[in-house]
């Protein structure tokens, strides 16, 4: 599978943006669904996943209760709605795949990953 991801750019602290995450190439139904972050010098870090039946969700500690993942199956799209930015959420976002058998398969390390998209920048500012 493929993997776009859209939305970063520059926002203020406080401010809010969404991440889009396209797919294509398989289908989309097949695959848990996620996000991670890099920021300069340090580690990927896990920031959201979901699973194939869409009812479970984790997140990273830094942005529980701020950060939000969806996905749309008819569009084939996988989204972070991120409000309350701080500037320690700047870093490059990658949206990520898992291959599951399992409807419910959670995810939240980068070993688990199968398929890696591109990543969009984001800077918040302060």
């Known amino acids: 599978v493929q993997l776009q991801a859209f939305g970063g750019g520059l926002v203020q602290a406080g401010g809010s943006l969404r991440l889009s995450c396209g797919a294509s190439g398989r289908p989309f139904s097949k695959y848990g669904m996620g996000w991670f972050r890099q920021a300069a010098g340090k580690e990927r870090e896990f920031v959201a996943s979901?699973?194939?039946?869409?009812?479970?969700?984790y997140y990273g500690d830094s942005v529980k209760g701020r950060f939000t993942i969806s996905r749309d199956s008819a569009k084939n799209t996988v989204y972070l709605q991120m409000n309350n930015l701080k500037p320690e959420d700047t870093a490059v976002y990658f949206c990520a795949a898992v291959s599951s058998g399992s409807m419910r398969y959670t995810f939240r390390t980068s070993s688990e990953v199968d398929y890696w998209g591109k990543g969009t920048l984001v800077t918040v500012s302060s």
């Open positions: 979901i699973t194939r039946s869409e009812d479970v969700t």
